[in-house]
Nanobody
Framework: QVQLVESGGGLVQPGGSLRLSCAAV????????MAWYRQAPGKERELVAT???????TYADSQKGRFTISRDNAKNTVYLQMNSLSPEDTAVYYC??????????????WGQGTQVTVSS
């Protein structure tokens, strides 16, 4: 069993920064892809950024240059550094992790979500 523990959300003023963390804990052999998604009120969940096991990253167009995804493989943790935040970034942010079990099978997991509110 694997759990994803998110932290780092909160209230920030426009132009400010936040850093989200998501740690995978439990029975883990390895971790493949990791990602962040977000869901704003009344909208569908959307992809924010991804990072492969080799460190290759992709970003949604609206986040390029402002957000940075990174990972610490030793800690089974993925981060999202968010800069120049605007009210449009207000959403619940979810981490997504593909875990390789000791069986060799892969399973995907979602974090519980952390609220990010950008407001003056």
């Amino acid at each position: 069993q694997v759990q994803l523990v998110e932290s780092g959300g909160g209230l920030v003023q426009p132009g400010g920064s936040l850093r989200l963390s998501c740690a995978a804990v439990g029975s883990i052999f390895d971790i493949d892809a990791m990602a962040w998604y977000r869901q704003a009120p009344g909208k569908e969940r959307e992809l924010v950024a991804t990072i492969t096991s080799g460190g290759r990253t992709t970003y949604a167009d609206s986040q390029k240059g402002r957000f940075t995804i990174s990972r610490d493989n030793a800690k089974n943790t993925v981060y999202l550094q968010m800069n120049s935040l605007s009210p449009e970034d207000t959403a619940v942010y979810y981490c997504y992790v593909v875990v390789v079990a000791f069986s060799g099978l892969e399973y995907d997991y979602w974090g519980q979500g952390t609220q990010v509110t950008v407001s003056s």
